[in-house]
């Protein structure tokens, strides 16, 4: 071969060798961006989804849920999660009380990782426990809410205390039945509270009388209580969150009517409680010792009370409260309280209650108790039943005393 055509030859070979490169290098591309295409679109990817699994672009929420959830999990800390129809999730917490501490920090440090706020929204203490509710908030929308239940460590002279609770009962002189030929004195009780802990309505169906049950309408269990609540036969209102005068307690604006909302924000809130609690027939103040004792303010939400068709009982909260009065003025169907059965959380207080309840209802013929889901309250209800039952009275539910 002359070297002319040896020249062309190798210079063909070079020519096909690139063309063959090239040809692979574009084909290559071609699957690769096809496959990045299908990984974006949520399909199947076998280049990024196995061999370079690129890292997914999570919402702080969605890093924050996992952080949580893995630390939890790290802690061995009993915890139980649902995410609710508008897309919030809820953890169910239960710890002893030397971890709280340590958990609530390495709680603020996850949210402010992550450019969240969280907000300690309730605290309810009780006998064995203390129940926390926190919100968390990432770019301004509700993301998580938490309820923390802490376990108390009882010292053995409560613990002592609280087994001869029967006993303590009995030794109490029973208070004298009613004269004959006068009318049945009634009595009502409301347990407030309800939402923030499962399965409470069934403590209630259980002690077998028709108690009325207040729901806390943002609590994180709300729905399902009010749902169980009506399929018991338990009459249920909103225990609606009001403004408090102490600057402490935390009322954020979208869950508590205050004296400066707007017709609008109210009406808001009252339509929202009721699709919470859609069984409720009336409601009840929430804190609102500042509401209740604003005669404008509380006029104000009365109006729409009464447009929506519900009674109105007034917690009294405080000493200053005017709402009683002024739904009466306004003819709203209306009840006031008359005994607290728990401002001491002890079985013995209490049990004392229940028997104060009996002779202000034998006095006035009729009488309103309001007590809480404690361990302690709901104890001393269920071993005086019987005493109850002897003294002629009648226990009825709330909307049964309404004036």
Request: net charge positive; glycine share 6%; no cysteine.
């Amino acid at each position: 071969m002359k070297p002319k055509g040896k020249a062309i030859a190798k210079s063909s070979r070079k020519a096909a060798v690139l063309s063959f490169f090239l040809f692979g290098f574009v084909a290559l591309a071609i699957v690769v961006a096809l496959e990045f295409l299908d990984y974006q679109a949520g399909r199947y990817s076998f280049i990024f989804s196995k061999l370079v699994r690129l890292q997914e672009k999570a919402s702080p929420g969605t890093l924050f849920d996992r952080e949580l959830t893995a630390l939890l999990d790290g802690q061995k800390i009993s915890h139980d999660v649902f995410r609710d129809t508008e897309g919030v999730i809820h953890f169910k917490i239960v710890l002893a009380e030397p971890l709280y501490a340590p958990l609530t920090a390495n709680l603020r440090r996850l949210v402010r990782k992550r450019g969240g706020i969280d907000l300690l929204s309730e605290v309810r203490g009780m006998k064995d426990q203390v129940v926390y509710l926190y919100q968390v908030r990432f770019a301004g929308r509700l993301t998580h809410v938490l309820l923390l239940s802490k376990k108390l460590a009882l010292p053995p002279a409560a613990q002592s205390a609280a087994a001869p609770a029967t006993t303590a009962a009995k030794a109490r002189p029973p208070l004298k039945a009613p004269a004959e030929g006068g009318k049945t004195p009634r009595l009502a009780i409301i347990i407030d509270d309800i939402g923030y802990a499962d399965l409470v309505a069934d403590q209630l169906r259980d002690l077998g009388i028709p108690l009325t049950a207040a729901v806390i309408p943002d609590a994180p269990y709300a729905r399902s209580e009010a749902q169980r609540l009506h399929e018991y036969g338990l009459e249920e209102i909103v225990h609606m969150p009001m403004q408090p005068k102490d600057p402490a307690n935390h009322h954020p604006r979208d869950q508590f009517i205050l004296a400066d909302s707007s017709d609008a924000e109210i009406r808001g809130l009252l339509q929202g409680a009721l699709a919470a609690v859609p069984y409720a027939r009336g409601m009840n103040n929430h804190m609102g010792s500042l509401l209740t004792s604003d005669p404008r303010a509380m006029r104000r939400v009365l109006e729409l009370v009464r447009g929506l068709g519900l009674f109105f009982v007034d917690s009294k909260t405080t000493g200053d409260t005017l709402a009683y009065s002024l739904a009466r003025e306004m003819k709203i169907r209306t009840a006031l309280r008359d005994v607290f059965l728990d401002d001491e959380q002890t079985y013995e207080h209490s049990s004392g209650q229940i028997r104060r309840l009996v002779e202000l209802a034998r006095q006035n013929g009729h009488a309103l108790a309001i007590g809480h889901p404690f361990p302690s309250t709901l104890t001393a209800l269920r071993d005086s039943i019987p005493w109850l039952k002897r003294q002629k009275v009648a226990i009825v539910p709330v909307s049964e005393l309404l004036e």
